[in-house]
């Protein structure tokens, strides 16, 4: 029972650091924004403080249809470089479709098709009609791609936003789940996380007529593009040439400012874009430029002069807002495929409110059971078990804390029954000693056995629960793992206080009272 300034030191040490990080607790929200980045209160779940949860389901489909798309386009190019006669070119379900007229062009075709793309493979049937199809592995590689590029971009979005712990998670094959904890308006969030954000810049096509365009005499290379907002410019629609100027993914910054009283969004290109986007504007002076969103036109200014610093401005019908968010998803970069929101609900703070005063009212009455239970069955050394409970409390939520853990509904539950199991262990050491006491054994000895010869079963009981919470982590998700975290944090802070803190109490009891017999 002798105890070394080392290991005394050491546990005043962890009992002192967890007071510490569980003070911010205490504190509202308001206060505790004032407070360093690594002391900050626990961070609270969306079923206790509200917010949004969608499902999000990514349409990988316009991922293959897009590099479909484009293979024709390169395939038009090389077999008319090599002079090869072809009909019905173009995209046929998930596959590319070709015919070659000549048969002595056939074999030359599916060469230079196959060199295209070494992920497809072709399939040459009769009339000299070739398919051209992505292979299974191609496939899931591009589904698994889009999927986890879709999240990061997601997750871009979410952070600019200042979204504080939001859980984003792969769900399935195909969908994304979004909690947003304390999202006060949920429509935004799902208006910038429904934009695809595809910026890019194309020439406007002078030489063609809108009417024509509309009657559908759209010449070769170009394409007829709606504005964005019908009302804020002099055309609805554009003829632009097909061919991107420079894309929106040489963008390293987009910011919301102020041109003439009036919300812009400024933009900066990389070193590559900025050349490209120079020349673009020094070859065009005179010209339209028109910036497409989506495949929208959300503005088209004339270049008067050439733009060399590799920056620029978007005006249009912004409002302030609307200028902020075009400036997050810009920086946040486009999304590889639209996200279609298959599941929304929104929680209201009330409801979360209710879910912590039940919460609360739970761990208080669990606590003032244990604690009288403790009481009436081991007198004193039951007041020494509540004291050590009490420290067990403090420290589980400072460790939640210091973690930067997220607390839900499961967690509160975790809460109510790491107190009920922290008292396990001093229940198993003090019928321990109540048996050695029995047998004759002097108080010192009855107490040094108590403790020794309980700790296997301790451990073995702990370890259990611990590989029942460390399954529960790695297979369950969102609210499960939670419940998880706080269990097993609450069975580590358990063994501390019912091991080495109650030890260290008693210790220090015995050397005051000398008692010649056990109190309990």
Same mark, same amino acid.
């Given at each position: ?101 000549? *048969? ?6 599916? !060469?230079?098709?196959? #060199?295209? %793309? ?12 070739? @398919? ?11 589904? &698994? +791609? ?12 979410? !952070? ?24 006060? !308006? ?60 420079? #894309?929106?993914?040489?963008?390293? %910054?987009?910011?919301? *400012?102020?041109? &003439? ?9 990389? *070193? ?6 120079? %020349? ?29 610093? #590799? ?11 609307? $200028?902020? !968010? ?7 970069? $486009? ?16 409801l979360g409110a209710d879910s912590i005063r039940a919460g609360?009212? $739970? ?17 004193l050394f039951g007041v020494f078990a509540n004291l050590a409970? $009490? ?12 973690? #930067? ?17 922290? @008292?396990?262990?001093? @229940? ?27 700790? @296997? ?40 206080? +019912? ?22």
């Amino acid at each position: 029972m002798h105890f070394e300034r080392w290991k005394v030191l050491v546990i005043l040490a962890v009992c002192i650091a967890g007071a510490v990080f569980a003070t911010p607790n205490l504190l509202s929200r308001q206060q505790a924004e004032n407070l360093p980045g690594w002391l900050q209160p626990v961070n609270l779940g969306l079923d206790l403080q509200g917010g949004s949860h969608l499902l999000l389901e990514v349409e990988v489909g316009t991922v293959l249809k897009e590099r479909l798309t484009s293979l024709v386009d390169s395939a038009r190019i090389e077999l008319r470089k090599e002079r090869i006669r072809y009909v019905d070119l173009g995209v046929d379900g998930n596959a590319m479709t070709v015919r070659i007229i000549e *048969s002595g062009d056939r074999a030359k075709a599916r !060469d230079l098709l196959r #060199g295209l %793309d070494r992920d497809t493979e072709i399939d040459e049937r009769a009339d000299g009609l070739m @398919v051209v199809t992505y292979t299974q592995a191609a496939l899931t590689q591009q589904r &698994n +791609a889009a999927i986890d590029q879709s999240i990061e971009i997601v997750r871009r979005r979410v !952070d600019e936003l200042g979204t504080r712990e939001p859980t984003i998670q792969r769900q399935g094959e195909d969908r994304i789940l979004v909690q947003l904890p304390g999202v006060d !308006d949920p429509e935004r969030i799902k208006t910038l996380l429904g934009k695809t954000a595809k910026l890019t810049f194309h020439m406007v096509d002078d030489s063609a007529s809108v009417i024509d365009a509309q009657r559908g005499r759209v010449p070769p290379g170009s394409v007829l593009i709606e504005a964005a907002d019908p009302q804020a410019g002099e055309a609805a629609t554009y003829v632009v040439r097909r061919r991107v100027t420079v #894309g929106g993914d040489s963008l390293v %910054d987009a910011q919301p *400012s102020f041109q &003439n009283n009036e919300p812009v969004v400024s933009f900066r290109f990389d *070193s590559a874009g900025a050349k490209r986007f120079g %020349d673009a504007t020094k070859e065009n002076v005179g010209r339209q430029l028109a910036i497409l969103l989506d495949d929208r036109v959300i503005s088209a200014p004339v270049i008067r002069e050439p733009i060399l610093g #590799g920056s620029g401005i978007i005006s249009g019908n912004f409002t302030v807002q609307s $200028a902020n !968010d075009l400036a997050l998803l810009l920086r946040a970069g $486009a999304l590889p495929a639209p996200l279609v929101i298959l599941e929304e609900r929104t929680v209201g703070p009330d409801l979360g409110a209710d879910s912590i005063r039940a919460g609360a009212i $739970a761990c208080v009455i669990g606590l003032v059971l244990v604690i009288i239970f403790m009481v009436l069955t081991y007198g004193l050394f039951g007041v020494f078990a509540n004291l050590a409970l $009490a420290i067990n409390l403090v420290l589980l939520l400072g460790g939640l804390s210091a973690l #930067g853990a997220t607390l839900t509904l499961p967690g509160i539950a975790g809460i109510v029954l790491t107190m009920g199991m922290a @008292v396990d262990a001093n @229940v198993l050491i003090y019928e321990r000693m109540r048996e050695e006491a029995r047998v004759g054994r002097s108080v010192i000895n009855a107490l040094q056995a108590g403790f020794d010869r309980a700790i @296997v079963t301790i451990l073995d009981s702990q370890l259990t629960t611990l590989i029942a919470a460390l399954l529960l982590f790695q297979f369950g998700s969102g609210p499960i793992r939670g419940f998880a975290v706080t269990l097993t944090l609450g069975l580590i802070t358990s063994m501390f206080t +019912a091991v080495w803190l109650t030890r260290l109490i008693i210790s220090l009891w015995l050397a005051r009272a000398r008692p010649k017999a056990l109190p309990i």
